[in-house]
């Protein structure tokens, strides 16, 4: 009912910035959250960061606290990650979901319905 599609990813190197968009459609009325997570290889799919469509509420995981900013569009379809200062730690496939009920860093399937088809982030040192 939510298509989720990513884009921005990209190779940088340490220190470097890019910005990760994701666009929804189809029955976005639904949405009361969107948020990036990413899954690096032979580790779990960790929450990055989230929205609260309605509250603007936001959650971060700790170690991208003061380096990457989540922010989403007026008509809160496109949602966006700025992400600074990257380091090779951040290297990882990102996933932009939407949970029609739940807000917070908790990606799993259960809480996040929707997924888009992940971009690739890799930051060389």
């Known amino acids: 009912q939510v298509q989720l599609v990513e884009s921005g990813g990209g190779s940088v190197q340490a220190g470097g910035s890019l910005r990760l968009s994701c666009v929804a459609s189809g029955y976005t009325r639904s949405i009361y959250s969107m948020g990036w997570f990413r899954q690096a290889p032979g580790k779990e799919r960790e929450g990055v960061a989230v929205?609260?469509?309605?509250?603007?509420?936001?959650y971060y995981t700790d170690s991208v606290k003061g380096r990457f900013t989540i922010n989403q569009d007026a008509a809160k379809v496109s949602l966006y990650l700025q992400m600074n200062s990257l380091k090779p730690e951040d290297t990882a496939m990102y996933y932009c979901g939407v949970s029609d009920y739940y807000c917070g860093l908790d990606g799993s399937d259960s809480r996040y319905r929707y997924w888009g088809q992940g971009t690739q982030v890799t930051v060389s040192s």
């Open positions: 929205i609260c469509t309605g509250s603007g509420s936001t």
